[in-house]
């Protein structure tokens, strides 16, 4: 079965008091993130993915390097927004963290300030377009990472991803125009949904479903 866009879980509205405005989410999802899954789409029978999963497909290209990019950019970018929607909501935002969640950052990132303050540095010293995230670590810790264009933390190898920010411009330009800071800095405070993300961390990251 062919990749399909999943649907926001909000409306492309619900998100404007909190500094993400109808037309962003209209283009990032609508235009961008439906252009990803096309794009997938395109490439399942041309390199040989009829019935893997969206996970195993981003895991092996990742894998097959250079050779894996035509694959990743478009399947990694098709699983980060997927979370990328999940991970935002409008009850989002604030410091009042699920109690599970904020004692593993406290013990692994030395807290809530010190973990945006490495998340919001992952975002704005990724060159270009690129993801900041926090992930389970192999060895079962919370960690920052960054990754460039459409890889991710599965794609390298590095951990499982629980929160993602996608810091290409298309994902801000029209909030905050080109000062990526304010975008990682209003994403932390205000769009956040530690509820959910705290629901990855015990189930183990997300898994979309989707299969070729
Ligand atoms: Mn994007």
Redesign the pocket.
């Known amino acids: 079965m062919p990749f399909t866009l999943p649907p926001l879980p909000y409306s492309t509205s619900a998100l404007a008091a909190q500094g993400m405005c109808q037309e962003t989410l209209e283009l ?1 999802h609508g235009k ?2 439906n252009a990803y899954v096309t794009a997938l789409n395109g490439l399942i029978e041309s390199k040989g993915l009829a019935g893997k999963s969206l996970e195993t497909i981003v895991a092996e290209a990742g894998k097959a390097g250079a050779d894996g990019l035509p694959v990743l950019n478009q399947a990694g ?1 098709h699983w980060n ?1 997927a979370l990328f929607w999940q991970v935002m909501s409008p009850k989002g935002g604030g410091d009042k963290l699920p109690g599970n969640l904020a004692a593993k950052i406290d013990s692994d990132l030395g807290g809530l300030q010190a973990f945006k303050d490495a998340f919001k540095q992952a975002g704005v010293s990724q060159f270009g377009s690129g993801w900041a995230w926090l992930i389970i670590g192999t060895d079962g810790k919370l960690k920052v990472t960054k990754t460039p264009n459409g890889a991710n933390p599965v794609s390298t190898g590095e951990g499982t991803p629980i929160l993602g920010c ?1 810091v ?1 411009e ?2 801000y330009y029209l909030d905050f125009r080109n000062v990526r800071p304010n975008y990682l800095e209003n994403f932390l405070n205000k769009l956040v949904d530690w509820e959910v993300v705290a629901g990855l961390m015990d189930k183990g990251g997300l898994t979309t479903g989707q299969t070729a």
Do not use: E, G, K, R
């Open positions: 990032h961008h993130h970018q927004h996608d290409w298309h994902a």
